[in-house]
């Protein structure tokens, strides 16, 4: 994906959204509904009824970018559709976009570096 990578805010609108919004539209529902800065970094993430499509806006320093995909095959693993946010890690907003289970991907595990015995 060309934008956001690393340690990156993602935040997940977990109602539909009317998808004839372009970037101002949902700019306008991040400071409304969400109570938060569409121009702070941070990516917003928001779907559609039909669960083959998505929708990204985020500020890139320069410009707000409006990012959309729609599957060909198959749906979007979302979250059970409720009011309110939630935040999903670059790496699950990754697999999200991939048509994958985001839920499944998880924090590397720190593994203890083994110590010599003298």
């Known amino acids: 994906m060309i934008g956001p990578t690393g340690a990156v805010r ?3 609108a ?3 959204v009317d998808f004839r919004k ?3 539209g949902l700019a306008a529902l991040v400071r409304e509904q969400m109570h938060t800065d569409p121009f702070s970094g941070v990516v917003y993430v928001f779907r559609a009824k039909r669960a083959d499509r998505i929708k990204l806006i985020f500020w890139d320093g320069t410009g707000l970018v409006l990012y959309a ?3 060909e095959d198959g749906e979007f693993r979302w979250p059970k559709v409720q009011d309110g946010v ?3 890690t670059a790496a699950q907003l990754g697999a999200l976009l991939e048509g994958l289970d985001w839920r499944r991907v998880h924090e590397v595990r720190r593994t203890r570096t083994p110590v010599a015995i003298a």
């Open 22 to 24: 372009g970037a101002e």
């Open 86 to 88: 939630m935040r999903l």
């Open 10 to 12: 993602v935040m997940v």
């Open 69 to 71: 995909k729609r599957l």
């Open 14 to 16: 977990t109602r539909p």
